[in-house]
Structures are given as structure tokens and as C-alpha cells.
């Protein structure tokens, strides 16, 4: 039996899911989030994930999935690594850590900066105690944009979605992937072989393929 | 580690699928149309080799499947059972050598892969829409890089502008890259990465061929992307990204591990779209000058495969022959087998080098040193406590970094001479200049080298205030002063 190749319309929408999936597994854990997670791991797996190379990663978070670690524990992992420390947070999670220089207002500006460049996506920072510049919230814009790419192909309206593959190109690399790489080798080099680990080895393995898959994808358009 | 060979059985002739019965292969018909079948593999498989028809295969699919087992397709090579159609015993081979090859890869990340868009259409993909397959790119281990020394030889090396250097590191473009793997022999200290030109693997696939061939055999680098002419019978082939990236000791390795003849092909009728041709040819231009001197025929490396004529040199492998630096083992090793008392070869491919400093105009700033990335020149003190300058040929790979950055470069401080110099091989490191130090009339650290002082004294000679400044005290203490 042969598999069909999923449509540019289905592979935006399981992009979506994946940055939606990956921003929660970057909050602050609730109850119930490991096994919310597992679920859309699931779904997510049956899209056709083994076409990208960040496969292999993805089976690793998977892995991670499957231990099932319960919320109390990941909820102390999460407050060693990204919220508390001598010095601050052992591995911040936000982009101004990595680019910024605090003592001269650095965050702030770039805060300002990013929090512009949502606005010009149409998009706005609400309902979340995360900053702009946290991972979560960066990987949820870009779940926006791959919602509404997903939707201009399903309704046929491709100039639309090459704007928003455009807007997606821009934003990853002016934000995500300029820092999410240092996050998550710092990640790796704290906590080894745990769970966030494999949360931000994937993200990372993705990030660094979603910035070659969507300017190859401006290209196929004749946009870049 | 067990490596699973899967053939596409189509159009199979009754003859070869039964010569194949007891072989590592297993035919699968419809594989290439059918490449699910790949998700039915034994999970104890660590590596795999597919043999397919090119024409037939939707490479998004294939890959889609390979990743589903669990593999990476980075590292599963793809040989055309077209070119092995009717010829049995060169396909036992080429799947001996793939084999080999797919086991020696040491895998590859996110950063290695590549999303292009089919410019051809087989059957299948004409009723769906495009989708990304990935090629092998290269990519930088930011840990060995030495961008942070000023070294941009990756920058100056890449035909596509793909590098750039930014303040102590190297920016890639993989979307300009067109992934020809000359970075990688470029940079001498093993920095880039290329799943499609990892030493390892190369090694050995060549190491399998030598040994499965039946008499004589030829090594055919092999340009993977550009259309090629069939290999000549008894010829091998082994594909790289471009034979643009082979360079003469690449070109000579292979009759090291046991290979009768070498030939680096350039590619067919149109010619490099690239213009890297000549790169390959100048590289087996200089290999062949270098077996003539040590009494060789020249035509063991050729752009030109004919007819295997001659016989194995004495084997003598060495360790790592395609890796970083691997020049002075393979030319010493060569001249070892050959019984030469050649001297040296000159040449501006010989990937060595050897470095001369002109005593009277070198300032023993040390410049060379810091920017040299193999560390072929060295600082350090004599046991009389004089600054030294020193230098061992078997790491220079005539990159001529240390004349760019040398300021006195324009009085012929430093000079690099492209050359394999035999005798400057086995004296192994010297010292090349060497001064006395000015201390501190303070705390006795050295201020600067005697000979810097003097240049500074021929330049400021006509302001003693300020050469007193300069020379009086080290910086710390001309800073607390």
C-alpha cells in the first residue's frame, strides 16, 4: 500500500502542531501535562514526521515522553534549570539572556524590538505570564504564522501563504534560531539525558530544520 | 554491526536475480515505487544499502521510509542497479564497498541536511505536490573551528560565497551552498563536516573494494550530482560530492590501501556547471608529477580511466588517509613503497608546505603562530630563555595564513613554499628564529621581544620620550604607573 505524500496545506498544519506542541512542553508544567503531551505526540507522529530530518530527535523527545515523568518532577527540573540559581536561572529560556546586555538596557530594547515585530505579524503577546522573548511565546508565534500559512493553502490563496512563509523565514531567523541552539546546549550540558533535554534537543533539531525547509520552500515558490 | 542490502527487483533478469540467491542481497520487487517495504526491515539492522533505479525513485519517499526504520538516509548509500544491470560480480562488489562504507558513517545532525525540490518527476510525484528530499551539507563544529584565530580558509575556499567570517566565527549559508565538500578538504583541521565525504567511510569503502575485486582494481572518484559516464571494467567507483573537493593526496591515497590505478573523473560531456574541473585536474596533475619522480608511471592517477594495465604497489596503509593532514603520511608512505630517494616535489598542489622566516625582518610577534589553525608553528622559550619560533612541516598544509597576517610580510619576514620537502619531513620540527626578551625595568616580565624593540627603535628612533615609554616598562605596569 503506498502512503500519498501530504499536501503543503497538511505539512503547515503539522508544523503548527509541532511548535504549539514543543512551546507548552516549555511552559511551566501543569497537571496532566506530560500525559497532554503524549497525546499530541501521538497524533503528531501519525503526520508523517519520518520526512524530516529532525526524526530522529523527535523520537528521542518521544522517548523522554514515554518514561512519563510525573508533574512534581518536572516541575523541580523546570525551576533548576529556567527559573533559579545563584546567579539567575542555570539556563535561561529567553532570547535577550543570549543577545542582550542587561546593564545598558539591552533586554529591554530587544523585548521592545520583538514585541514590534509581533505586531507587524499581527500577532500580540496575551493571556500568558511568560515574557516575549521566552521560548513558549516564540514558538507559539510561530505556530500562528504556520496556522495561517496552513489555511491560505487549504483556500487556495497562495500569495498569502508565500507572505506568511516570508514573515516565518524572517522570524526564525532574526529570533528563534539566532539563540534557541546556545539554550539548548546549555540545556544539554545541565541536565543530560533528562527531560528537557530531549524537549530542547528537539526543538533545536527542528528549529534548525525549519529555517532551511521554509527558505527551500520560498524558493520552490520563486520568493527567494 | 549487520548491514542489510535491499536490491529493486525490477526488471531483473532471470539470470542476475538468480545470482543473487546466495548473496547479501535481498531483491524486493517494485521496491523503488513500493519503497514501504523498507519498514518491514529486521530492527537489528544497523546499517543499510539500497540498490535502486534512479529514474524510478521519489527520494522523499525513500528517505521518509529509511528514517521510519530508524536509519539515517545520510548514511545509507544508493547505488543505480542500471549501472550494475548484467554484471554480477561488479555489483558483489560495489555492495561489498557500500557496505563497508555504511557501516564506517558516523552519522549525521539537522545541521547536515539540505531541503531540495525535485527538478525531475517520476510517475508518483506527478499527482502529488513537491515535496523536500535532503542532500548531505556540510557544517561547522564550532568547538574545533578556529574562526576565533582569524582563520578564513573555508571563506576563501567555497566557489559558492557560502562562508562568511563575522567577528571570530564563520557564517554558512546552506541556502547558497551547493554541497561540494571542497570546505572540508579545505579546512585542515577537521572543522567541517560532510556526511557525504567522511574520512571514515571512505577509507573504508576503498579498504572493501581492494579486497573483494578479483585482481587489480581501480578507484573511480566519481562526482555524485553530475551525469557520468559508466566506469570502465575492473574500475570501482566511489562517489564524492564533486571531484572538485579531491585533492592529490586524496588522488594518491588509494594505491597506499592496494588500488592498481586512480582516476578522478571529471564530469561527463557538459563538463562542471561549477567549473571545478580543473581543480580535480590539477590535483592529479601534481600526483602524477609526484609518482614520476619517485619512478612511478603517471597514469596510476589519471582523469581518464582505461584498461587496468598494471599491478598493485607493496600495500602499506596508513592510518586515516583521507583526514585533515593526512599529506605528509601519505606521501611519506608512498615514497616508502616505492623505494624513492626523491628529495622533494614543488608544486602549488602538493597540500604541503614549508615555511622560512628571514631572520633580519621578522619582529618575533609571534602573528603567524596565533593565526596558524594546525599549529605548524609554535612559540615557546628556549632553556636559555630566549622566544622561539619553531615549525614541523608534517602539519603545514601550505594554507599561507601565516603570510597574511604577518605585518612584515612587505620586508620578507615569511615566506611558505608549496612543496613536499622529504628531508624537512623527517628532521621533523625546527626552529625557524629565535630572540632574546626585554624585560620590564619593574617587575621583570618580558616587555617584547629584543627584535621588536629594534624595529620600534628604527620607526620612533627620532622620539626618545616615547620609545622610552614604550619600551621602559610591560603594559601592566605602563598601566599602573
Redesign the interface.
Known amino acids: 500500500m503506498t502512503v500519498e505524500a501530504p499536501s503543503w496545506a497538511a505539512i503547515a498544519g503539522t508544523r503548527q502542531g509541532l511548535y504549539r506542541l514543543f512551546g507548552k512542553a516549555l511552559l511551566p508544567p501543569d497537571g496532566g501535562v506530560v500525559s497532554t503531551l503524549a497525546a499530541a505526540a501521538a497524533y503528531l507522529e501519525e503526520q508523517d514526521l519520518a520526512r524530516f530530518p529532525f526524526y530522529a530527535a523527535w523520537l528521542s523527545f518521544r522517548s523522554a515522553l514515554a518514561i512519563a515523568p510525573t508533574v512534581d518532577e518536572l516541575a523541580v527540573a523546570y525551576v533548576r534549570l529556567f527559573a533559579s540559581g545563584v546567579d539567575g536561572a542555570l539556563c535561561p529560556p529567553t532570547e535577550s539572556w543570549y543577545k542582550a546586555e542587561a546593564r545598558f538596557g539591552g533586554t529591554a530594547k530587544l523585548v521592545a524590538g520583538l514585541e514590534a515585530d509581533y505586531r507587524a505579524l499581527g500577532l500580540a503577546v496575551v493571556g500568558t505570564a511568560e515574557p516575549p522573548d521566552h521560548a513558549s511565546t516564540q514558538l507559539e508565534a510561530m505556530s500562528a504564522l504556520c496556522a495561517r500559512e496552513a489555511e491560505a493553502w487549504r483556500t487556495q490563496q497562495d500569495p498569502a501563504a508565500a507572505d506568511t512563509l516570508e514573515y516565518q523565514d524572517r522570524f526564525l531567523r532574526d529570533h528563534l534560531a539566532t539563540w534557541f541552539g546556545d539554550f539548548a546546549a546549555r540545556v544539554h550540558h545541565t541536565d543530560p539525558m533528562g527531560f528537557y533535554d530531549a524537549v530542547t534537543g528537539a526543538v533545536d533539531a527542528f528549529v534548525i530544520q525549519e529555517v532551511d525547509l521554509v527558505r527551500a520552500m520560498r524558493r520552490q515558490l520563486g520568493a527567494a | 554491526m549487520t548491514v542489510s542490502v535491499l536490491m529493486c527487483g525490477d526488471g531483473l533478469a532471470p539470470d542476475d536475480r538468480a545470482g543473487l540467491v546466495d548473496s547479501p542481497v535481498r531483491v524486493v520487487d517494485a521496491l523503488c515505487?513500493?519503497p514501504?517495504e523498507l519498514t518491514t526491515l529486521d530492527e537489528a539492522v544497523d546499517a543499510l544499502v539500497l540498490v535502486l533505479h534512479n529514474d524510478q525513485v521519489?527520494p522523499?519517499?525513500v528517505?521518509?521510509?529509511i528514517?521510519?526504520a530508524?536509519l539515517?538516509?545520510l548514511g545509507v548509500p544508493m547505488l543505480d542497479a542500471d549501472e550494475y544491470a548484467g554484471d554480477p560480480t561488479r555489483l558483489g562488489v560495489a555492495v561489498a564497498a557500500a557496505s563497508a562504507r555504511a557501516a564506517a558513517f558516523p552519522g549525521?545532525?539537522?545541521?547536515h541536511?539540505?531541503?531540495?525540490?525535485p527538478d525531475r518527476f517520476t510517475r508518483?510525484?506527478l499527482f502529488?505536490?513537491?515535496?523536500?528530499s535532503?542532500v548531505a551539507a556540510p557544517a561547522i563544529d564550532s568547538l574545533v573551528c578556529a574562526a576565533g584565530d582569524g582563520c578564513d580558509l573555508c571563506v576563501g575556499a567555497c566557489p559558492q560565497q557560502a562562508y562568511t567570517w563575522v567577528e571570530g566565527r564563520i557564517a554558512y549559508d546552506?541556502?547558497v551552498c551547493a554541497p561540494c565538500g571542497i570546505c572540508v578538504t579545505t579546512c585542515p583541521i577537521g572543522a567541517v563536516s560532510n556526511p557525504a565525504a567522511n574520512p571514515d567511510a571512505l577509507a573504508a569503502q576503498i579498504e572493501a573494494i581492494v579486497a573483494v575485486h578479483a585482481g587489480p582494481v581501480g578507484v573511480l572518484f566519481r562526482c555524485s550530482r553530475g551525469a557520468a559516464d559508466p566506469a570502465p571494467p575492473d574500475w570501482q567507483v566511489v562517489e564524492v560530492p564533486c571531484t572538485g573537493m579531491v585533492t592529490a593526496p586524496w588522488a594518491v591515497a588509494p594505491l597506499l590501501q592496494g588500488a592498481a590505478q586512480v582516476a578522478v573523473l571529471p564530469c561527463a560531456a557538459s563538463g562542471c556547471d561549477r567549473g571545478l574541473d580543473t581543480r580535480a585536474e590539477a590535483a592529479v596533475d601534481f600526483a602524477a608529477e609526484l609518482l614520476v619522480a619517485m619512478g612511478i608511471a603517471s597514469d596510476r592517477v589519471t582523469t581518464k580511466p582505461t584498461a587496468i594495465t598494471t599491478i598493485p604497489l607493496p600495500g602499506a596503509p596508513i592510518d586515516d588517509p583521507f583526514g585533515p593532514r593526512a599529506a605528509a603520511r601519505v606521501y611519506a608512505g608512498l615514497r616508502t613503497v616505492t623505494q624513492s630517494d626523491v628529495a622533494e616535489v614543488a608544486g602549488a598542489e602538493a597540500s604541503l608546505g614549508v615555511v622560512a622566516i628571514e631572520a633580519g625582518a621578522c619582529t618575533m610577534c609571534t602573528m603567524c603562530v596565533q593565526r596558524c589553525p594546525t599549529g605548524a608553528l609554535a612559540a615557546g622559550y628556549s632553556s636559555a630563555g630566549q622566544l622561539t619560533i619553531s615549525f614541523d612541516p608534517v602539519d603545514c598544509t601550505a594554507c599561507d595564513q601565516c603570510m597574511a597576517v604577518c605585518p612584515e610580510v612587505g620586508r620578507g619576514a615569511i615566506s611558505v613554499e608549496h612543496v613536499v620537502d622529504f628531508a624537512a619531513l623527517a628532521a621533523g620540527r625546527t626552529e625557524l628564529n629565535q630572540s632574546a626578551t626585554h624585560a620590564c625595568e619593574r617587575c621583570w616580565q618580558p616587555v617584547a621581544p629584543t627584535v621588536m624593540m629594534d624595529r620600534i627603535s628604527d620607526i620612533l628612533g627620532d622620539d626618545p620620550a616615547l620609545m622610552g615609554h614604550l619600551t621602559r616598562l610591560c603594559l601592566a605596569c605602563r598601566g599602573s604607573s
Open positions: 515505487r513500493y514501504e521519489a522523499s519517499d528517505e521518509a521510509q528514517r521510519a530508524g539515517d538516509p549525521s545532525n539537522p545541521a541536511a539540505k531541503p531540495v525540490f508518483r510525484s502529488t505536490v513537491p515535496q523536500p535532503y546552506k541556502d
